[in-house]
Structure formats: C-alpha cells, structure tokens
C-alpha cells in the first residue's frame, strides 16, 4: 500500500515536471515580451517625451485638430511622417514629416522587431503603435480606453507607466 501511494506521488510529481518543462517557456516569454516594453519605455523616457513634444508642435503648427500619421521609409530621406486620411485610406504623400532625429529612432527601437508604423496625434492624446495596433505607447492627461482612437480590445492588458504614458498589449 505504502509503494502505491508513493508512485503516486512520483507520478503526480513527474506530470507537474513535464507541464512545468512545456508550460515555463511561453509563460516567460509572454511576460518577457511584456515587461521588455516597460523596460524599454523607462529606459528611453526622454526621447518619448521629446517625440510626444514634437508631435504636439506639429499639430499646432498645422493648425489641426487631429493628426493620423503612418510611417513611410524613403530611400533618400529616410523615415518620413505621412497624413493618413481615414475616410479615403489612402496616404497624403504632399507634406511629409521628418522623423529621422534620434528620439524617433530610439522609439521605433522601443517597439522591437515590430517597429513604429502609426501615430495619431491630438491634444491631450498620442498613440504610437505598430502595424496591428498589438503593442501602443499611449500618451493621455486622462487616459480613458474607451475614448482610444486606436481603442484596446477588451481582453487588452493597461498598464501606467508614468507621466502620463501608458501600454497596451495583447493579453
């Protein structure tokens, strides 16, 4: 009866190995990719704050309302801001933006293998966001999610980050 019931636990314990074998690596490397970008964001707080300074000097220059911006890469000026008009879908190539200075590039970095490819720019809110909208930063006085032009899903994760800045990711 003792051997049983020690095989028992042998087998039990065995099982919760193998799980814990398979489980551990997607486990970590959900949380890994996560917290690689926090860690990113609290690494390069100054250059997001430059870029939220300069999206927000653009918009008043422009006199605007909004801004929806997408990436574009030109093989002689580099990264390039381009209009994106909602409505039409379609890029408004006749008034660029450059975004080659280095706060751009450090945040383009920030976003791993993914890379910045859309901003949408108004006055108390900014998000920067790769191509599947799977990974925001978020700049908001009074972030409400809700209210988020590239809103989250649901089942998205929120996390504050501080100063204002927020990130939005896939759960």
């Known amino acids: 009866m003792k051997k049983s019931k020690i095989w028992i636990v042998i087998g039990i314990a065995g099982i919760l190995l193998l799980l814990l074998t398979f489980a551990a690596p997607i486990l970590i490397m959900y949380y890994a990719e996560e917290q690689y970008f926090i860690d990113k964001y609290k690494k390069n707080k100054t250059a997001f704050e430059d870029v939220k300074n300069e999206l927000l000097l653009t918009l008043e220059s422009e006199n605007l309302s909004e801004l929806n911006l997408?990436?574009?890469y030109d093989g002689e000026?580099?990264?390039l801001l381009q209009h994106y008009d909602r409505t039409t879908y379609s890029v408004d190539y006749s008034h660029p933006?450059?975004?080659n200075g280095e706060c751009y590039s450090i945040v383009d970095k920030s976003f791993d293998d993914y890379g910045l490819s859309k901003i949408y720019v108004t006055q108390n809110y900014i998000c920067l966001s790769e191509e599947g909208n799977n990974y925001q930063f978020i700049y908001s006085s009074e972030y409400i999610p809700e209210a988020a032009h590239y809103a989250p899903r649901d089942d998205d994760k929120i996390y504050r980050l501080g100063d204002n800045w927020y990130l939005v990711t896939p759960n």
Do not use: L, Q, Y
Request: glycine share 12%.
């Open 77 to 79: 000026s580099g990264r």
């Open 97 to 99: 933006i450059d975004a």
């Open 70 to 72: 997408v990436i574009c």
